[in-house]
């Protein structure tokens, strides 16, 4: 089974440039998260998705990050404008769905390094 | 809101010593422990987990019980070796209910360094 697909694993830009991450999750996965990892400290999440539809994006700092999941298949993640603070890895993780709910356990893929100078 | 705190970290040991990683939480329901690992080059990877009050969960000889009296989900390991060297993730989901989305909330993580 193919696991939680990312993409570039590492991007190097200049504050105020803009950045796109892609997300393929695990086939038939329903739930799909975004996180940033920032050095030294455990991922938060950013949003995440049910389907197609945004379940929590309470974290997310709208003003320059966008996500979307048009098909319910894969996603994408934008900064734009990007700042010194986003450096950070962005982690996509992935879930099935029970009857009775989530089982609480995520598959994450090998994360995206940004890196804002 | 919810919240995990984890044992200040690195943490370095030789090969066959014995292993605690502590772990507490603060959560207004009825949350599911977890433990995940990040091998270096890897991403994150679910270790053991449970699921409610007194349960013990277990995986490549580590072990951690849900302690709901001390909030507690302490990560132990009887005798370590190089391959366990690692960042290992104390995280908590609340999965009361059929309409939960199983959002993980994570510690800060803490280095484990294993030494021949």
């Known amino acids: 089974e193919a696991g939680v697909a990312q993409s570039p694993r590492y991007k190097i830009i200049e504050k105020r440039q803009s950045v796109a991450f892609w997300c393929n999750p695990i086939?038939?996965?329903?739930?799909l998260y975004w996180y940033q990892q920032i050095l030294g400290q455990g991922p938060k999440l950013l949003i995440q998705?049910?389907?197609?539809?945004?379940?929590?994006d309470s974290q997310l700092p709208k003003d320059r990050f966008s996500a979307e999941r048009l098909k319910g298949v894969d996603s994408t993640l934008k900064i734009q404008p990007a700042k010194l603070e986003d450096s950070a890895v962005y982690l996509c993780?992935?879930?099935?769905?029970?009857?009775?709910?989530?089982?609480?356990?995520?598959?994450f893929g090998e994360g995206s390094r940004l890196t804002v100078l | 809101g919810d919240s995990v705190t984890q044992m200040e970290g690195p943490v370095t040991l030789s090969e066959e010593a014995f292993l605690t990683i502590n772990c507490t939480y603060t959560?207004?329901?009825?949350?599911?422990l977890f433990w995940y690992v990040q091998y270096p080059g890897e991403g994150l990877q679910l270790l053991l987990k449970?699921?409610?009050?007194?349960d013990k969960g277990s995986n490549k000889g580590f072990e951690a019980t849900y302690r709901k009296e001390t909030t507690s989900f302490h990560l132990e390991k009887g005798s370590v070796q190089v391959s366990d060297s690692a960042v290992y993730f104390c995280?908590?989901?609340?999965?009361?209910?059929?309409?939960?989305?199983?959002?993980?909330?994570f510690g800060q993580g803490t280095i484990l360094t294993v030494h021949p």
């Open positions: 995280a908590l989901s609340d999965l009361t209910g059929g309409t939960s989305y199983g959002k993980l909330t």
């Open positions: 959560a207004t329901g009825y949350p599911s």
């Open positions: 086939s038939g996965h329903a739930t």
């Open positions: 998705f049910q389907n197609n539809g945004v379940v929590d």
């Open positions: 449970a699921t409610k009050a007194d």
């Open positions: 993780a992935s879930s099935y769905r029970r009857s009775s709910g989530n089982t609480g356990e995520l598959f």
